[in-house]
């Protein structure tokens, strides 16, 4: 009988949404989408509005200090979570996708001359494809993709030849569709040895493994709030210090400058220069608690438990006649999430019988085209767990699947 | 699920009336829903101001290729004033679905009426262009 790093009982008890409705709770395997929040942060929030509420880094009365000290404060935990050097080198964003349109906008405007290569791959999220191409537009940069292989794996059989002319990787770290856990140590590592930069997209990684950026050796990590138990507003680019310090700014506004004239204005030192305007306050504040949260479960033992689920979900899965799984096979460097299609049913409709079921997955293209289209499927349904999740929702999943082969059969 | 996945709509979806394609044609209109990959291709021949015959052919959800089967048969013999008048609310009416509150869902029933119109009206901008030559 395996027994899971944590109280998962107890983790259940502090997500109110998941006691609700009580007849049927839902069996929320969506959270490669968005997480769930648990009571703390939700009342970490609330508890902002009420209690502390101000604008930062303005006022020189006590709720703005006392506001401005929580903020930073959310900074640092963010610093500590994936191991940067300094809260300096934290910028708070609205989501992953914001994040890495600052880097393209700011260092890419900055650094890329046409010719140069921009190189991602097959199985990026749009969020990690689009801000390139219109980077690759404004200075005639070149867009080149990693393939994937039959396995639901990076081809890195041709990295060399991938690498010749290029500035800056940009690849995921675990892919939201197949799960793939991408090898950043080596990517980085090959990056660097043919001097470009490497950006990675941690918006499915940071929310399920430890994080250590100084470890993996890159350059700059973009991630999003509400994939980790925070609320949705506030996501996250990590960036080295020397580089940030050397990038022009991004938006321009309240906050980013030092001084301003008709003329012209001189800008802010990072983290300051990339947060133009009010910043997201209660959300930033309540990612730092989320960020306690998962601390204090711990991330290996969150890593541990998801890789037992993963294992489970893909073994139930293969049960189940008519359906086909894309991504990795069961084993190692694989996240707790599937891809599958019913062979007699399209995932919409997949996706609403099991609906009906209380059982909540996501149908689409998951915003990765490209890699539809490598997989020849126009789109798929996607069950993913997080550290609220059980057997029992898988088993109601597998139940749900059932029905839809029985109904569509 | 028994509202979403009515009889008639798994009916349809199994059995399609009307699939296939039109050659010739005065309409012939491809539509797809990126969020899903539905594909719909909706062909009319139109004789005398009406539509004189429907095919349509595509792959996609129950609901998308059902509301298609469906609309299909509304249409044969249908005016062309009367087709440009027909709306999402003749649609949800036709298939039965409560989809008010399901945006997602709403745009799989409504790929064949965009088929139809977006086709419709250039077929009826072409006849405009033909009068001015005339």
């Known amino acids: 009988m395996y027994t899971p790093p944590f109280d998962i009982a107890a983790v259940r008890r502090d997500f109110p949404i998941l006691q609700l409705p009580i007849e049927q709770p839902v069996a929320f395997l969506d959270s490669a989408s968005s997480s769930q929040k648990p009571e703390a942060v939700i009342a970490a929030q609330a508890a902002f509005y009420r209690t502390t509420n101000a604008n930062v880094h303005r006022g020189v009365y006590q709720l703005s200090e006392q506001a401005t000290y929580e903020f930073e404060r959310a900074r640092s935990r963010v610093a500590l979570f994936i191991n940067a050097h300094s809260a300096r080198e934290v910028i708070f964003t609205r989501n992953t996708t914001e994040s890495i349109n600052l880097v393209a906008h700011s260092w890419g405007g900055t650094n890329l001359r046409p010719g140069d290569v921009i190189l991602i791959s097959q199985m990026e999220h749009h969020s990690n494809i689009v801000p390139w191409q219109l980077l690759a537009q404004r200075t005639g940069a070149v867009l080149r993709a990693i393939p994937i292989n039959g396995s639901g794996r990076l081809d890195l059989d041709t990295i060399d030849t991938l690498l010749q002319g290029v500035k800056l990787v940009a690849v995921t770290h675990v892919s939201n569709v197949l799960g793939t856990i991408n090898p950043i140590s080596f990517l980085a590592q090959k990056a660097h040895s043919v001097g470009a930069l490497i950006l990675v997209d941690g918006a499915q990684s940071v929310p399920h493994m430890p994080t250590d950026v100084q470890a993996m050796d890159i350059d700059f990590l973009a991630f999003s709030g509400h994939k980790m138990l925070a609320p949705t507003g506030v996501g996250v680019l990590w960036g080295r210090k020397a580089l940030l310090d050397a990038m022009p700014p991004f938006l321009g506004g309240g906050s980013m400058i030092k001084t301003v004239t008709i003329e012209a204005s001189t800008y802010a030192d990072v983290p300051a220069r990339f947060e133009a305007g009010t910043p997201m306050i209660g959300e930033a504040i309540a990612l730092g608690h989320a960020i306690d949260y998962l601390t204090g479960i711990g991330m290996a033992n969150i890593a541990a438990y998801e890789e037992i689920l993963g294992q489970y979900l893909l073994d139930q899965l293969a049960e189940v006649p008519g359906v086909t799984v894309y991504g990795p096979p069961i084993g190692p460097e694989r996240a707790a999430m599937a891809s599958f299609t019913v062979d007699c049913a399209h995932p919409h409709d997949v996706a609403q019988v099991l609906d009906s079921e209380g059982v909540a997955v996501r149908a689409g293209h998951h915003c990765t085209q490209p890699l539809h289209v490598a997989l020849d499927v126009p789109s798929t349904a996607r069950a993913s767990c997080y550290l609220y999740n059980t057997t029992d929702d898988i088993d109601r999943l597998v139940v749900g699947l059932r029905k839809v082969t029985k109904l569509f059969a | ?134």
């Open chain 2, 1 to 134: 699920m028994s509202d979403m996945y009515r009889d008639l709509i798994l009916e349809h979806h199994r059995y399609p009336h009307n699939y296939g394609t039109l050659d010739p044609h005065d309409v012939s209109q491809e539509e797809h829903n990126p969020l899903c990959g539905d594909r719909i291709r909706l062909d009319l021949r139109i004789v005398d101001g009406k539509i004189a015959e429907v095919a349509f052919s595509g792959k996609g959800c129950a609901v998308s290729q059902a509301a298609a089967s469906m609309l299909t048969d509304e249409l044969i013999g249908m005016e062309l004033d009367a087709a440009r008048a027909y709306n999402k609310a003749d649609i949800l009416e036709l298939i039965g679905l409560p989809l008010d509150k399901n945006p997602v869902r709403l745009k799989c029933a409504l790929l064949s009426l965009k088929a139809m119109k977006v086709g419709l009206y250039r077929y009826l901008g072409q006849q405009l262009d033909a009068e001015e030559l005339d």
